[in-house]
């Protein structure tokens, strides 16, 4: 009987997974499945301890859902990538496997890991690997000439017809396996890692993410363009702490999106398309770190950006990370972070462009701080949206265009709603006033617990265009 060995990493469901799907193909074989947790590889990459709690908790889900199907879940942990190869080696050779399925990442560390693994590996074991965390394969959307482009726009166009004649269909779950019978369930060992309870609504389990994506497709889609940007409103899909860890393919979110709303592809200024516009947006930066491995080194896209001669400011640094900056739409952002582990798409580009066009600070501290604190902590997706708000990427913001925090906290969220939610100290300040209470405090007379702003938002934008613009005159050659 042959032996099929199913490699978890972040893909943790059974619906859809094309590397568990292909190893239960065979229904004579016997299926067995591993994870491995590499703790010391995590503190390099800085993942937040919550996302570890939301991994272990879904993969003991995991766990339950293969034992139900017949496949029992073998877990080890291993400090180190390069350890996690050496130990799988071991394993394949004592379990007698003769074929490896695992779904392909696009970091360069992890592609990297499986490259020395599949060196190692005898050649009568074979490996299957899947491109399963995207809609479509990293660099099958390039220009005419071959090459990944550089600019978002042209990229959707181009994505958008390669979608249309692709296989994007979700997989079902395999069968129950042989005769039924669960293997038993051995108590999955903590990680040797910090973890930290999300105050966020994210409950654990497949059923639970499918049922929120069906929710919204259904529910709220609709009203996502007019709603998205509004942090007070619940108007976005909240799926991306799912999607980061794989408890949710992008598939099963494009043919949910088309199930409720067959004409996406044709409404192009709905919500639903809108919302489409997104995923491919994750696309975008998946497909860029695949193309340019060295985004993964923390190397800006644009290269003259490296020059930018950025404010050691400790004490700033840490103001913007505890909320307390004296902008009222920044450290309600900021503290929702650090409650909930999540924060909305309009303020993560607030507080992005605040850290680096207001305070001048080096944007790859921010993109490391929201690692240490997301739950939904996604290198492409991460290092994409700070290289635009930091107009250091690809297709980025142009470095002149700087964000008001003042003004974009009164388009946004004008009646201060979410920023009392988060700021109680604020509460008793008029609608409004919030958005610069202490002009408000002064004129009543009155104290509030509140830091006056940090910085002056005009100053320091006559002196961040001053820095950006003196770098990019060094890196011009020498008339």
């Not at 726009?153 to 296989?167: G, H, K, V």
């Not at 108007?235 to 408890?247: E, R």
């Not at 949910?256 to 067959?262: A, F, K, Q, V």
């Amino acid at each position: 009987m042959a032996t099929h060995l199913v490699w978890f990493r972040h893909d943790l469901r059974v619906t859809d997974n094309r590397a568990l799907f292909a190893a239960c193909e065979d229904a004579d074989a016997q299926v067995i499945a591993v994870y491995i947790a590499t703790p010391e590889q995590w503190r390099a990459h800085e993942m937040a301890p919550r996302q570890a709690s939301f991994i272990y908790q879904h993969l003991a889900a995991l766990q339950l859902a293969l034992a139900e199907r017949g496949i029992p879940l073998y877990y080890q942990q291993c400090a180190l990538f390069a350890d996690s190869v050496d130990w799988l080696q071991r394993f394949i050779r004592q379990q007698g496997v003769d074929a490896l399925f695992y779904n392909n990442q696009v970091e360069i560390n992890e592609v990297q890991r499986d490259a020395a693994l599949d060196r190692a590996l005898p050649a009568q074991v074979r490996v299957h690997r899947f491109d399963d965390s995207l809609l479509l394969p990293p660099g099958s959307v390039t220009t005419g000439d071959g090459n990944m482009y550089k600019v978002y726009t042209p990229f959707r166009r181009a994505f958008l017809q390669r979608l249309s004649e692709s296989d994007t269909r979700s997989l079902p779950a395999p069968a129950v396996r042989g005769n039924g019978q669960q293997p038993p369930l051995v108590a999955l060992q903590p990680f040797d890692y910090p973890q930290q309870e999300s105050q966020g609504d994210f409950p654990i389990g497949e059923e639970a993410a499918r049922a929120r994506l069906r929710r919204f497709c259904r529910e709220n889609v609709g009203d996502y363009l007019a709603q998205r940007d509004l942090p007070a409103v619940d108007g976005t899909s909240s799926l991306s702490p799912y999607l980061a860890i794989g408890v949710l393919s992008p598939r099963q979110c494009f043919n949910r999106l088309r199930t409720e709303c067959p004409d996406v592809l044709e409404r192009t200024d709905g919500g639903a398309f809108g919302w489409l516009n997104e995923l491919i947006w994750r696309e975008f930066y998946r497909h860029l770190l695949v193309a340019w491995p060295a985004l993964c080194k923390h190397r800006p896209f644009v290269a003259w950006t490296d020059g930018v001669r950025w404010r050691h400011a400790p004490q700033d640094l840490l103001a913007w990370q505890q909320g307390k900056t004296g902008y009222p739409i920044v450290d309600a952002a900021m503290r929702q972070l650090n409650a909930t582990g999540w924060m909305h798409n309009r303020l993560r580009m607030i507080v992005a462009s605040f850290l680096v066009k207001d305070l001048l600070i080096d944007w790859r501290l921010g993109e490391s701080y929201f690692m240490s604190q997301l739950l939904d902590g996604d290198l492409a997706a991460n290092n994409g949206g700070w290289q635009w708000g930091a107009s250091t990427g690809t297709d980025a913001a142009p470095y002149f265009r700087i964000f008001n925090p003042t003004t974009q906290g009164e388009r946004f969220d004008p009646q201060g709603h979410f920023i009392k939610t988060w700021l109680p100290e604020l509460v008793e300040v008029p609608e409004k006033a919030i958005h610069q209470p202490h002009r408000w405090a002064e004129k009543q007379r009155r104290m509030l617990d509140y830091p006056l702003p940090i910085i002056d938002h005009a100053v320091a934008r006559k002196d961040t265009l001053a820095a950006f613009e003196a770098a990019k005159q060094r890196a011009q050659p020498d008339e």
